[in-house]
């Protein structure tokens, strides 16, 4: 089983519904990350925690919100998607007691807003 | 605000042949690191290379090695005997340990590696 593990792989939907994208780890990691990838942009950070009451946007969180359930688990949420939303997502974690700076990504979860 | 540079969107090579990739970056602070990130065509993010900004030694594992030169911001890529499962989309990626803990990523270079 994979220590990143996100939920679901691929999903299409239709503008307006919401979403939520989960992610779950088994590496006891206290770090946790959202990024979405974009053809050409590369991977743009969303939002991150660094522990379950830290909760911090980064460069594009418009249009969505996280919720840190546990050590373990990360969800993001998007309330009314839109078009423009279609992308593939990557949840990650890293490790700050170790400070190596590395992150551990997810497999990714393909979404399509129609 | 940190920002990541990769300026070739797509790079080929012959298989057994030697490629470089490029990156560079613009920071104004002193103590961070850089890597190199792999994602081939199963989407999975796999770290590649690791380099610390305080170590002047440029790190190297096995065929994968980097220039980096820290008061130009340059961290290249090289990828010695190139072989066909390196065909993937490079990402260079920079994360402040003064402040953020952030990954910043550049937009990547797609590499095919020919036979």
């Known amino acids: 089983d994979a220590d990143v593990t996100q939920t679901p792989r691929n999903r299409i939907t239709k503008t307006g519904k919401r979403i939520m994208l989960e992610c779950s780890q088994t590496?006891?990691?206290?770090?946790m990350y959202w990024y979405r990838q974009d053809p050409g942009l590369g991977l743009r950070l969303i939002y991150y925690?660094?522990?379950?009451?830290?909760?911090n946007k980064g460069e594009i969180s418009d249009g969505y919100s996280v919720s840190r359930q546990a050590q373990a688990k990360f969800s993001l949420s998007l309330e009314s998607a839109i078009p423009n939303q279609t992308a593939l997502y990557f949840c990650?974690?890293?490790?700050?007691?170790?400070?190596?700076?590395?992150?551990?990504f997810g497999e990714g979860s393909r979404l399509t807003v129609l | 605000a940190q920002t990541v540079t990769q300026s070739q969107p797509e790079m080929s090579v012959q298989e057994a042949e030697t490629v470089t990739l490029s990156c560079t970056y613009d920071t104004s602070e002193n103590n961070y690191y850089l890597f190199w990130y792999k994602q081939p065509p199963s989407r999975q993010m796999i770290l590649v290379i690791r380099q610390e900004a305080y170590k002047q030694q440029n790190a190297t594992e096995n065929r994968f090695s980097v220039n980096f030169q820290k008061a130009a911001k340059s961290f290249s890529l090289k990828i010695s005997d190139s072989q066909l499962g390196d065909t993937a989309m490079y990402f260079c990626?920079?994360?402040?340990?003064?402040?953020?803990?952030?990954?910043?990523f550049g937009s990547g270079t797609r590499l095919l590696v020919r036979p």
């Open positions: 990626a920079f994360m402040s340990t003064d402040s953020s803990y952030k990954l910043i």
């Open positions: 590496k006891g990691h206290d770090r």
């Open positions: 990650a974690t890293s490790d700050s007691t170790w400070n190596t700076g590395e992150l551990f």
């Open positions: 925690s660094f522990d379950v009451k830290d909760i």
